[in-house]
């Protein structure tokens, strides 16, 4: 097949797959795709470098969120957390003790991860912040990070393509209704949930798969774990209530706004003036989480150009064109087509918030003519949109596991975030993302 986006985000995968810096796979993907695209080289470049700009926002909103997050760090909560799991594993522990400390540690991953969604509005970066304090003992229980990152993945996918709260509203209501309504379906905010219940049903299928995949110990090397322990801060009560000021005012204004820069800004500052940060050292602080999160901000602006360059050739038009000419007639073959366009799409872009507004406006319609119900075009369009983010190399839902456990380098971004990931989840996605579209 000759369309610029299978193209694209197939050499994009694969030099991924080859350990290629994920800018570089992107960048030069974009340009493949453009030329084959028919676009000049000039065209492909201006596309691409106008492109950039769009991701400018994601990337401060991310650079702002890591220095909210080293602001958290500082207040002494993550080490407090991370201490309490390593105290519970203690010197000579059973293995039904060692089973034990396992799920409280996961479970905690989990919860963080959920509540990063919607309750403290971090979004990925409380990963650098938590999880390295926490490899030494994952080490020393000989836990897979591989099933780490399914739970982290899972907490930060799963949450906001089904309960619409931060950044779950954003997604919801802001994104998938509105485009759907713009399209011509009209949605309810009720029916949103209710029609994604089933996809992300499909994904706890792979959560719980996960357990038994990577349910074998793995060896870590402890000294490279050692290297990169980070310093024990002091926890005080009156940090305790700091942080609760400032994670309460960052969520309500990030609601209030629609603005994580403004939510993060200001919780920071709350740090700030309440003592956590000292004046003097809030410019490190600040640095320190800019610094933590620039390559994800990197790789985020360069899937914006990629995204900007496959809109450019008007491949996903020309694919979606297909699936209504060939399998117009088919309502089953047409939902599994176009979920499987979906995947490729968010595979290359990395952004379930970006796909959606490409392929709403041309899904729509053809799930119109094939007489699916709105509640299955909610589920189909919003499935679509979300498959591949979990699996993506260009996703924050990769790239902030990989953030966390390759703190000390020894957990590879592709084959131990990326395709674990998209094996547990776009595959169960994609089944019952189907089985949404037949049965609503």
Request: net charge neutral.
């Amino acid at each position: 097949m000759s369309n610029p986006v299978v193209i694209a985000v197939v050499l994009m995968l694969l030099l991924s797959l080859m350990r290629i810096n994920v800018v570089v796979s992107l960048a030069v993907s974009a340009i493949v795709g453009g030329l084959v695209g028919g676009l000049s080289l000039m065209e492909t470049l201006k596309a691409f470098t106008d492109g950039l700009g769009g991701g400018a926002t994601i990337a401060l909103s991310y650079a702002m969120l890591g220095a909210f997050a080293v602001a958290i760090s500082r207040s002494g909560i993550t080490d407090l957390l991370a201490h309490k799991v390593i105290a519970q594993l203690g010197k000579e522990a059973s293995p039904s003790h060692l089973r034990w400390v396992k799920a409280l540690l996961l479970t905690a991953l989990l919860l963080v991860s959920i509540s990063s969604q919607n309750l403290i509005p971090v979004h990925i970066a409380f990963i650098p912040i938590l999880v390295p304090p926490l490899l030494h003992v994952m080490a020393q229980m000989k836990l897979d990070r591989r099933l780490a990152a399914c739970v982290i993945t899972f907490g930060l996918t799963a949450t906001y393509m089904l309960l619409p709260v931060g950044f779950g509203g954003i997604f919801l209501n802001d994104i998938l209704a509105q485009n759907l309504i713009r399209s011509g379906v009209a949605v309810e905010g009720p029916q949103l949930p209710l029609a994604m219940a089933i996809p992300v049903a499909g994904m706890v299928v792979g959560l719980v798969l996960s357990f038994f995949t990577y349910r074998k110990p793995r060896e870590y090397a402890l000294e490279p774990i050692l290297a990169i322990e980070p310093e024990t801060v002091e926890f005080t009560p009156r940090h305790l209530w700091v942080a609760l000021v400032a994670i309460i005012s960052a969520l309500g204004l990030q609601l209030y706004t629609d603005s994580i820069i403004i939510g993060a800004l200001v919780g920071f500052l709350i740090f700030t003036l309440g003592g956590v940060i000292k004046f003097h050292e809030s410019q490190d602080a600040f640095t320190q989480g800019v610094k933590m999160m620039s390559l994800i901000g990197f790789i985020m602006i360069s899937a914006s150009g990629f995204s900007a360059v496959m809109n450019a050739t008007h491949g996903v038009d020309a694919l979606v064109q297909l699936v209504g000419d060939v399998l117009g007639t088919h309502k089953g073959l047409a939902s599994f087509a176009m979920l499987l366009v979906g995947l490729l799409v968010t595979m290359g872009i990395g952004s379930s918030f970006s796909t959606v507004p490409i392929i709403a406006g041309i899904y729509v319609p053809l799930c119109l003519h094939l007489g699916f119900s709105p509640l299955a075009t909610i589920a189909i369009v919003g499935t679509a949109g979300a498959l591949g983010d979990a699996g993506s190399p260009a996703s924050d839902s990769t790239l902030g596991p990989t953030s966390g456990l390759n703190a000390d380098g020894q957990h590879d971004h592709i084959w131990d975030s990326v395709v674990p990931t998209f094996i547990h989840y776009n595959i169960p996605l994609l089944i019952f993302g189907w089985i949404a579209s037949m049965v609503l």
